[in-house]
Each structure stands twice: as C-alpha cells, then as structure tokens.
C-alpha cells in the first residue's frame, strides 16, 4: 500500500487517482465523524465532498512535519462542519449516550477493518487527564470554541487553551505522531 505521504505528493502534482485512494482510505470515518457533528446524512455527505475537493487544492500546502495527512484531512472536514453548523446557529448533538473509552461501543469513526486504531487512539485518549480530555471531546466533536468552553467549564481562557494544546501534544506524542521543533 502507497504511503500516504506520497499519495499527497502525486495529488500535489494534479494526479486524481491519489485523490480516489485518499478517498477509498479515509471517507469512511471522516463521514461518521461529520455524520456525528452535524446530524445530517445529507450535509454530511456535502462536506465530505467539499472536503476532498479542498484537500484537493490544498496538497501542495500539506508539510508532514505540521501532522498526519489524516489529521489534515479531518482538520479540512471538520472546518466545513464547524462553519456550517455555526451559520445555522447551531452545534453537534450528542446521538446518543456513547462513550468514547468505551471498547464495548463501536463509534463508527475508524474503519471497522482496522481495529488497531480504534484501540490505539482509545488508549491514548484514555492516557489523558481527565479534565484535558473532556475540553479536547467537547472541542472537537461537540464543536466547542476556547471561549464557550472556558464559560462552561469556569476555566480562564488561557487556562482552557493550554490544556486543550497540552492534551493534543499528549495524543500525539501517545500515537508516535511527529514532533514539532516547537515541542522540542
């Protein structure tokens, strides 16, 4: 299997059959997470394609060292998820009562073909102070700003922040992402 890295190479140069591989790969779990954000089949199904079009033009602007081209990919979708929910006044719902650290519940957000990741990014979650962890999900999945959350959470602001880069750092250096010269 072609690493990823060179895929996004290959779509940097205008090469469309990367972009059909990147989609084969990862539109399953970036679909249930937009699924899960925004409730919609249909909107969901709309910001996916919006995604890969924006991945798309984007390639060229990929650098490894700044993440996974996963994550970049699911930065890009979850953008377009965030700015929509945000235009119709609203935020994602919670489907149902899942619990994320909870191996017995299939959350639909990693391929069912490949369980080694469900487990690694449980475990890695689960690693994560408890508090870090909470801002880190109802930032990311619940759509959360820093300020929204600092209210909800009677945190300062600066304080909501650290924790939330403090917990990505963790998830990263938990998952063997790449290190940042400013981590190091």
């Not at 072609?2 to 990367?18: F, H, N, Q, T, Y």
């Not at 079009?53 to 390639?59: D, F, G, I």
């Not at 719902?93 to 959350?107: I, S, T, Y």
């Not at 963790?170 to 010269?181: C, M, N, S, V």
Request: aromatic letters at 8%.
């Amino acid at each position: 299997m072609e690493p990823d890295i060179d895929l996004m190479s290959r779509l940097a140069k205008g090469d469309e059959r990367a972009l059909a591989e990147l989609y084969r790969r990862y539109s399953p779990s970036l679909y249930a997470l937009l699924l899960r954000m925004l409730q919609s089949r249909e909107e969901a199904e709309e910001i996916l394609q919006d995604s890969f079009v924006q991945l798309y033009r984007e390639a060229a602007r990929y650098q490894l060292e700044r993440g996974s081209v996963t994550a970049f990919l699911f930065t890009i979708g979850r953008h377009f998820a965030l700015s929509r929910l945000r235009s119709r006044g609203a935020r994602p719902q919670k489907v149902d009562d899942r619990d994320l650290h909870n191996p017995e519940q299939e959350l639909g957000l990693w391929r069912e073909d490949d369980p080694t990741d469900r487990i690694l990014i449980r475990r890695a979650l689960h690693r994560l102070e408890p508090t870090d962890r909470k801002l880190l999900e109802e930032a990311f999945f619940d759509g959360y700003s820093h300020s929204e959350l600092a209210e909800r959470h009677h945190l300062p602001l600066g304080t909501v922040k650290t924790r939330v880069r403090r917990a990505l750092l963790k998830l990263r250096e938990y998952l063997g992402g790449p290190q940042t010269t400013e981590e190091a």
